[in-house]
Structure formats: structure tokens, C-alpha cells
């Protein structure tokens, strides 16, 4: 069973930055796809960033430039370093993992705002 426990999420100011962590355990992201979405209030969930097979980065044209996401094979963590925020930015960041099937993590609050 995979388990995916994310952290870092909070209340910045615009212009501020975030890391967020996402450590799992039951799997592996250096041999699958794992990443991050995000989803405002009445908003459909969107990809922010992915990486696959701890290589093969994607971010969505919204974050490119401003978010990093990169993996610690070690630890079987992926991170997500956010900087220059700015308040459309706001949303729950959910962290995924695809092997054969979906998982999700709990989700974070991410907060843009002065």
C-alpha cells in the first residue's frame, strides 16, 4: 500500500517561497512518475509539476521559471520549491505517485497573501 505524507505548506506573502515534501513509503519515485497538482476553490485539479523516474521533469506554463521540483532518492522524497508566489498560486498542493494505479496524498494549504 502506498502512503504518501506531505509537508511545507503554510501562508506567505506574495513575492515569498515555500518548499513542500512529499516522503512515500510502500513505493518508489525513482522507478515511477510522482509530482504535484494543485486545486483552488472552484477550480478543476491541476499538474504543477512532475518528474519521472527521477529524471524527466514537466511543469505546468503557469510555474515554469518560478517552481523547482526535484526528488531525493534516498529518502524517497520529492520536493517542490516554490518561489516568486503570487496569489493565484493559492490552492490545496496534492502530491501523487503513479505505479500501476494513482495515489494521493492528503494535501496541503498553500496561501498567497498580504
Known amino acids: 500500500q502506498v502512503q504518501l505524507v506531505e509537508s511545507g505548506g503554510g501562508l506567505v506573502q506574495p513575492g515569498g517561497s515555500l518548499r513542500l515534501s512529499c516522503a512515500a513509503s510502500g513505493s518508489s519515485f525513482t522507478s515511477n512518475t510522482g509530482g504535484w497538482y494543485r486545486q483552488a476553490p472552484g477550480k478543476q485539479r491541476e499538474l504543477v509539476a512532475s518528474i519521472s523516474r527521477g529524471s524527466t521533469i514537466n511543469y505546468a506554463d503557469s510555474v515554469k521559471g518560478r517552481f523547482t521540483i526535484s526528488s531525493d532518492n534516498a529518502k524517497n522524497t520529492v520536493y517542490l520549491q516554490m518561489n516568486s508566489l503570487k496569489p493565484e498560486d493559492t490552492a490545496v498542493y496534492y502530491c501523487?505517485?503513479?505505479?500501476?494505479?494513482?495515489?494521493w496524498g492528503q494535501g496541503t494549504q498553500v496561501t498567497v497573501s498580504s
Open positions: 501523487y505517485l503513479l505505479e500501476y494505479r494513482i495515489s
